[in-house]
């Protein structure tokens, strides 16, 4: 059902003023698949995602939405296609988890609606899926910064979208609730087709999860493809200036780096 | 036939929460508008002369009542419907402003937009002397004008914060000793009119100058409700807002407009009544609690101050204030409280 949409940049150039950031990007996001997106610091992930999610418009080139500018389309109808769960949304003081999580459901509401029961299902099984029911009634301020991760999330999800954008959603995690984050929203793709594109800071974890990984510098797109063609020593010292043996991951058999740093290095520096 | 509330499946818990939430900040509300009804109600009756409810509602239903007639209908009503619509309409532009802005200091008064008005409106009064629509027209175009620049100046990569607040501040100083400046050297000032143009006052009103706010408000007050929904959703961040659906760009431009024009009517009509568009959100904030719209808490909020404040200057003290004294008195320690704890947060709200 959902491999249907496509999400196509082609040849885009972003910025903020006069400043460009990211110039002439191409990507094509598979339908049905998650794809992670890595990069250094500042070097446009964010604003990638923001334009493909239609907050920034291009300079130059477009994003595709199922094949029309995404930027021409209403901001309703993409809302309820494509969620953008941003890298530190805010919320309004003593909001309680429960309302924040019905917002979710803005875009399917007209002006003067009424909840519906399809919207109270929505709600409710995104914060089955996110193990946030038990919070409901709680004031999103006073929530771990992990408890609270699972909140906004639950809110995305509610939006219920086939295709969700989410930057660097487990920045703020421990291990733990960082690879519970990645299962739910592998489970979420492998149940339901959703097609989900996300920045991810570790390396490691964006190789596990990726079935398409991106590797970005500069602004540009440096490299595309399965974790195992993009991720080798040399994209990592491209991408992060950064010398790495990349290694089978014994968990998952996907690829894995291995910092060379000054120290500590048991065989001679300049081995790998 | 209904069913028995007992066979009914209970809510779970997310709806109960829910309506309880809803339920509750309905309930605040309703409070407030029973509180305005009151005291607009009161500030009909009391004055020199004290007059019933019934010789009061019978004069507002357009009875002749001897004495009443005259007092209420053409003295105190005028000035009862200003501070209701005053109020509100400074109450309700108010909280948008700090609800899009996410900065309670973020009000038109503080941030000079009012000052933008009321320096208008001060010199066409006593300078040029025209009348009353178009004085409602410059403070208008100033207060917009006015907003613009602030906005042009704060204006960096599409970043709105500190800058703007601290920007505004400068502004609405300049523009207040422009009122100041205009008052003293004009030949025939007075201190009512002085007083109006410095602090807002309902002195004097008459219907030729409450009409124009009461049009006004009856035309933008919708426009800015029928944007609350968006406006809430602004809360979380452009990026989450227009994720939602906001139209952000769009969305803000309308608020703004309307906003503005808002509080340029009120302060054509009343002067600038300081504070009340400051101190209305937080209040209202207060009052009904999180999670839902503050628009039309703000509002009530609003018109409450402005009628309690001129009830007690008029009523209480052995001297005449005018309102915007009083409610400056109320506002003054509340702005010093926000800008000490806006210098220790960092100038987060
Ligand atoms: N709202 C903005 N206004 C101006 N410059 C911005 C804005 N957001 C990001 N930038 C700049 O754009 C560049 C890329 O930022 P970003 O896309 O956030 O990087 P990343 O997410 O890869 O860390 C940075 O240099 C940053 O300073
Ligand atoms: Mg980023």
New interface residues.
């Given amino acids: 059902m959902t491999d249907s949409h496509t999400l196509v940049a082609e040849h885009v150039s972003l910025g903020y003023g006069d400043r460009t950031v990211v110039d002439g990007l191409d990507l094509t996001v598979p339908p049905g698949r998650i794809t992670t997106i890595v990069g250094a610091n500042a070097c446009g992930k964010s604003t990638l995602l923001r334009a493909l999610s239609r907050l920034l418009a291009p300079s130059q080139g477009h994003v595709l939405l199922d094949g029309k500018a995404v930027h021409t389309q209403p901001t309703k109808a993409v809302a309820r296609t494509m969620g953008l769960l941003p890298q530190s949304p805010l919320a309004p003081e003593g909001i309680a988890v429960a309302d924040l999580v019905a917002r979710g459901r803005s875009p399917h509401q007209r002006m003067l609606s009424r909840w519906a029961v399809a919207d109270e299902q929505a709600v409710e099984e995104a914060l089955e899926l996110t193990g946030t029911t038990d919070l409901v009634d709680r004031s999103v301020d006073e929530l771990s910064g992990g408890q609270r991760q699972r909140v906004w999330i639950a809110m995305a999800l509610a939006q219920q979208t086939d295709i969700l954008l989410l930057d660097e959603p487990t920045t703020f995690l421990d291990i733990c609730h960082q690879i519970e984050v990645l299962d739910l929203l592998t489970d979420l793709n492998r149940t339901r087709g959703t097609t989900i594109v996300m920045v991810l800071h570790d390396l490691n974890l964006a190789a596990r999860y990726a079935d398409h990984l991106v590797a970005m510098c500069g602004g540009q797109l440096l490299a595309g493809g399965t974790p195992e063609e993009v991720l080798t020593a040399e994209t990592v010292e491209r991408v992060f200036g950064m010398r790495s043996e990349v290694v089978a991951d014994p968990v998952s058999g996907k690829p894995m780096v291995l910092p060379i740093g000054r120290h500590h290095s048991a065989q001679p520096v300049g081995h790998a | 036939m209904r069913t028995a509330p007992a066979t009914r499946p209970a809510p ?4 109960a ?2 309506r309880r ?1 809803a339920a509750s900040r309905r309930r605040a509300a309703a409070l407030l508008g029973v509180l305005v009804l009151a005291l607009f109600a009161l500030s009909l009756m009391v004055g020199q002369t004290f007059y019933g409810p019934g010789e009061v509602w019978r004069v507002v239903l357009g009875q002749d009542v001897p004495g009443a007639s005259f007092t209420v209908g053409t003295l105190r009503l005028p000035r009862a419907v200003l501070g209701l619509v005053a109020g509100a309409s400074l109450g309700i532009a108010g909280v948008t402003f700090q609800t899009m802005l ?1 900065n309670p200091l973020a009000s038109p008064d503080i941030i000079g937009i009012s000052a933008g008005a009321s320096a208008a409106a001060v010199i066409g009064i006593v300078v040029l002397r025209v009348d009353e629509a178009l004085v409602s027209g410059m403070a208008i175009v100033a207060a917009l004008v006015t907003a613009l620049v602030i906005y042009l100046l704060a204006y960096r ?2 970043v709105l914060g500190t800058r703007l607040i601290l920007i505004g501040i400068g502004i609405a100083a300049m523009l207040d000793s422009v009122v100041a400046y205009v008052i003293v050297r004009a030949a025939a000032w007075d201190l009512q009119v002085a007083m109006r143009w410095l602090t807002g006052s309902l002195n004097g009103a008459t219907w030729g100058i409450v009409l124009p706010l009461v049009v006004a408000a009856a035309v933008l007050m919708p426009v800015l409700l ?1 944007q609350s ?1 968006q406006l ?2 602004l ?6 807002a ?7 760009e769009r969305t803000r431009l309308t608020v703004i407009v309307a906003a503005v024009a808002l509080i340029a009517f009120a302060t054509a009509a009343a002067g600038p009544i300081a504070f009340v568009a400051f101190l209305a959100g937080p209040i209202a ?1 207060r009052v009904v ?4 719209s503050l628009m039309v808490p703000a509002a009530l909020t609003g018109a409450l101050l402005v009628l309690a404040a001129d009830l007690a200057g008029q009523h209480l003290f052995g001297t005449r204030y005018p309102v915007g004294v009083i409610t400056g008195v109320l506002g003054a320690p509340y702005l010093v409280y926000l800008l000490v704890r806006t210098n220790r947060a960092g100038g987060s ?1």
């Fill in positions: 779970s818990p997310l709806r929460g829910r939430r996410r990569d599409g029928a929904r809430d959703l809360q979380h961040g452009d990026d989450t227009s994720a939602l659906g906001v139209r952000v904030a609690g999180p999670g839902g709200l």
